[in-house]
């Protein structure tokens, strides 16, 4: 299973994801069994390392993302990911646009997909301070939290195979 994380830069919303899904993945039966990545709809970004505030965010609940680099959606990701996860509507529209009609069905918003907060997109926090990256960390280890119970559901119940 591969999952990939959508915003706009990958410097903050994603990342924050990446390291959230990773953390409770690895702590869960799904160690191994599922890969995650982020990128960004824009390359503004690519090759920097996260925003030095969701890396202090992160690190602040015991989660390192210093290692990750942006990158931007690229049209190869539609076909090496299970399911493309974006932060909010714009997003979502934005990932769509470009989606081959075949990958349409995988382009989902991160909250609802994992059915937490539903309808409720995780704000940029760019523009803020730290309560609002840490708005952001709330959403994203929410959601990724209950990524680990949908995706431990679908291999118990025979939905998903290795």
């Not at 599922?34 to 992160?58: E, F, K, L, N």
């Not at 081959?100 to 907060?117: F, M, Q």
């Not at 409720?120 to 939290?145: H, I, K, M, T």
Request: hydrophobic residues 40%; contains cysteine.
């Amino acid at each position: 299973m591969k999952l990939l994380v959508v915003c706009l830069g990958n410097i903050c919303r994603s990342p924050l994801a990446e390291g959230a899904l990773r953390a409770r993945i690895d702590a869960s039966p799904l160690a191994g069994r599922v890969q995650v990545d982020s990128a960004g709809t824009g390359d503004w970004h690519a090759g920097q390392p996260p925003d030095p505030r969701a890396i202090a965010c992160a690190r602040g609940h015991g989660v390192d993302i210093s290692m990750l680099r942006a990158r931007q959606l690229r049209q190869r990701d539609y076909a090496d990911f299970d399911w493309l996860l974006c932060a909010d509507g714009q997003n979502l529209r934005d990932v769509l646009r470009e989606a081959p009609p075949s990958s349409r069905g995988k382009v989902v918003l991160l909250t609802e997909w994992a059915g937490v907060h539903e309808g409720c997109p995780v704000p940029d926090p760019y523009n803020g301070g730290s309560a609002e990256f840490e708005q952001a960390w709330r959403l994203v280890d929410s959601a990724a939290r209950a990524v680990v119970t949908r995706l431990c559901a679908e291999w118990d119940s025979g939905i998903i195979r290795d």
